[in-house]
């Protein structure tokens, strides 16, 4: 049970921020200037920079969390 909210809010997370991340992928249907374009594709990299660690961050809490169920089972012992 406490693996489902690290999980739920990461998915949450990420799906808003592949909002941005589908910004880019729209940009040959809006003709624009080319700055306005990087700044876009910024947008987008930073978005996917954001997915990264988030995932990173879920996966390195998954594992404190499993690390704390096995001491408590250690102590439990004694």
Do not use: H
Not at 55 to 68: A, G
């Amino acid at each position: 049970m406490k693996k489902l909210a690290p999980i739920v809010i990461t998915a949450i997370l990420i799906a808003y921020l592949a909002i941005y991340l589908w910004i880019p992928f729209n940009l040959d249907q809006n003709p624009g200037p080319w700055f306005g374009k990087v700044l876009w594709a910024a947008i987008g990299a930073g978005a996917v920079g954001m997915i990264t660690a988030a995932v990173y961050t879920l996966v390195i809490r998954l594992k404190e969390i499993d690390k704390e169920e096995k001491d408590k089972d250690d102590l439990s012992k004694y």
